[in-house]
């Protein structure tokens, strides 16, 4: 059965035009009203691609090309009465465009099932350039939804498209001094900060998992990770991770997005891997941190503070209270980061060090 929710990436945010159309002569029977906004989404391991020539619009029109990691920005519409069949008349399916089942990635990490379209591959050229006129069409409905123009912009232009997101949040064995760790630097991060994200964290023995709660309080203690290549890095820990990718069944973990704070509050957007939903047979980790739960956490913070300080810790106190970020001269650095008095991004900037490995 076909989801009720739309994922509209190009011309069809735009309402006047969406509009015009169902109400030419020849489509009386359409109402513009049987597609109505939802909100905005994203659609993840997609980029835009102009690869289709269109008779009526007169030049290249968008399309969808597999990329992990990239995402496509859109809004979701509630489709009802006639709405697919317009849809689908638009569209050419199926000879011009196919429907095909997802999922997007809404604000706050919820993934929802939603139906979107995308070319027939027998259609798919490579880049065709589009006219002004509709390159502005998209444009404009994207900024009508508060949307940005870069990917369109960049796809039109036929640019190499820059990864949005090339972060990771890791909340587990992932983490530096855990198991897993050196999975995840053989490729290479080139910045690695103690982060803070939302949801619940359970103790599943030998590893954690994340449930995200919808409250949008910063609660579980991680790590803000980014990367050069960051494609190649989720694809190894997709594996790891047991996630076999969006819109498929049967994944252990699943892969979404997340907004986590990186120390003053600033906040970056980075991919997470979270459980479906709170295991019934785990425990919620009071304390949000797994470091704190295995007894890891405070000798953590003081092996980081040694390897910023790298033998000099009281350069690193004058540093630090050179920028004024941290003044108190009775507390130790370790037990500063411990009560947050202190953050990770602080003794970065202080000492120009984005991976520091104790």
Request: some cysteine.
């Amino acid at each position: 059965m076909t989801a009720q929710l739309y994922f509209a990436y190009g011309s069809n945010l735009n309402a006047e035009d969406w509009r015009d159309w169902c109400v030419s002569r020849s489509r009386t029977a359409y109402r513009p009203d049987d597609i109505r906004p939802v909100g905005v989404a994203w659609l993840p391991d997609f980029e835009l691609a102009f690869d289709l020539h269109s008779r009526t619009r007169g030049g290249g029109v968008l399309n969808l090309r597999p990329r992990v990691g990239q995402r496509v920005a859109g809004m979701l519409f509630e489709v009802q009465g006639q709405g697919w069949k317009a849809l689908d008349s638009k569209e050419g399916v199926p000879h011009v465009y196919e429907r095909f089942e997802t999922e997007v990635i809404v604000p706050g990490g919820e993934r929802l099932a939603a139906t979107t379209y995308r070319v027939s591959e027998s259609k798919r050229q490579s880049f065709v350039k589009p006219t002004s006129e509709y390159l502005e069409i998209v444009r404009a409905g994207l900024r009508s939804h508060g949307l940005d123009t870069a990917m369109v912009d960049a796809a039109a232009s036929n640019a190499a498209l820059p990864q949005e997101i090339d972060a990771v949040f890791v909340y587990g064995t992932l983490m530096r001094g855990e198991s897993r760790f050196p999975a995840l630097v053989a490729h290479e991060p080139t910045r690695i900060l103690t982060a803070y994200g939302p949801g619940s964290l359970y103790d599943l023995e030998n590893f954690p998992g994340l449930v995200l709660t919808g409250q949008r309080e910063l609660l579980v203690e991680g790590e803000f990770v980014r990367f050069e290549r960051v494609e190649e890095a989720l694809g190894a820990l997709d594996a790891i991770e047991g996630f076999r990718g969006f819109g498929r069944p049967g994944s252990l973990y699943e892969r979404t997005l997340v907004d986590v704070e990186v120390g003053e509050d600033r906040r970056r957007t980075a991919w997470t891997y979270v459980l479906p939903e709170a295991p019934s047979d785990a425990r919620a980790i009071p304390s949000s941190s797994w470091r704190e739960e295995r007894g890891r956490r405070k000798p953590f913070w003081e092996r980081l503070c040694a390897a910023y300080a790298a033998g000099d810790e009281s350069g690193l106190r004058a540093l630090l209270r050179a920028r004024g970020a941290w003044r108190k001269r009775r507390t130790t650095l370790a037990d500063a980061l411990d009560q947050c008095q202190l953050t990770e991004r602080q003794l970065a900037l202080a000492t120009q060090r984005w991976v520091v490995v104790p």
